[in-house]
């Protein structure tokens, strides 16, 4: 089945710092999916990604896709507190979804 | 956002026993609904694709005879574990396509299923 790998798995930064996310496939994507998971919780949408080279901006976090479909990035700038939980990408392909293992992401006050 | 309800939120079951959960989308039709599996610290595994009125998709090595779906309308599925043993513990999330055209998932807020 689709394979999609996602690093690091786990990224502990000081509030304020920067955090990158990065999410790479074997084969080129439909489009990709971002979610965001907080500890007890269920995974909440964040974007779509589907055109070669977009980029997406949301307040702090910038979305990127590859030229190649084949890769993505979320990068959280200037972290804060209530950007702790995990991040998965979601590759989309033949009408499912593959989720990438997740980044745990954890901000120190 | 269009909201979806999983229930029971928390089951506990005597291994050997069948349990049902119900997937439902409150305010949308969803021809299409996907079971996931998430086991504690990891990633979402897909466990089938339930489309209204038809057969659910299986992904490979998840036993269609365990577990049973069934997308009986535009707006519920079910997913029953049947004879339930101690491995099939886990967190089991649901999702709905709005089938608006977008891919958007929308994620009820899972189950969590403990077999003694």
């Known amino acids: 089945g689709q394979q999609v790998m996602q690093i690091p798995q786990y990224q502990h930064v000081q509030e304020g710092e920067d955090f990158t996310t990065y999410c790479n496939s074997s084969?080129?994507?439909?489009?990709i999916q971002w979610y965001k998971q907080r500890p007890g919780g269920h995974p909440v949408f964040l974007i779509q990604?589907?055109?070669?080279?977009e980029v997406k901006k949301q307040k702090r976090l910038t979305f990127q896709f590859g030229e190649a479909k084949k890769n993505s990035s979320l990068h959280i700038t200037a972290t804060q507190t209530t950007d702790v939980g995990t991040y998965f990408c979601?590759?989309?392909?033949?009408?499912?979804?593959?989720f990438g293992s997740g980044t745990k992401l954890n901000v120190k006050p | 956002g269009a909201v979806v309800s999983q229930h029971p939120s928390r089951v506990i079951c005597k291994s050997g026993t069948s349990v049902k959960i119900e997937c439902r989308s409150l305010?949308?039709?969803?021809?299409?609904m996907f079971w996931y599996r998430q086991f504690p610290k990891q990633s979402l595994m897909l466990m089938a694709t339930s489309n209204e009125g038809s057969k659910a998709t299986y992904e490979q090595g998840v036993e269609k005879d365990k577990f049973l779906i069934n997308h009986a309308s535009l707006t519920l599925s079910t997913l029953t574990v049947t004879s339930a043993h101690p491995e099939d513990s886990s967190f089991y999330i649901c999702?709905?396509?709005?089938?608006?055209?977008?891919?958007?998932?929308?994620f009820g807020p899972g189950t969590r299923l403990t077999v003694l």
């Open positions: 999702s709905a396509l709005a089938g608006t055209g977008g891919d958007e998932q929308f």
């Open positions: 979601a590759a989309y392909n033949f009408n499912k979804f593959y």
């Open positions: 990604l589907v055109k070669s080279g």
């Open positions: 305010d949308f039709q969803a021809t299409t």
């Open positions: 084969t080129t994507l439909s489009n």
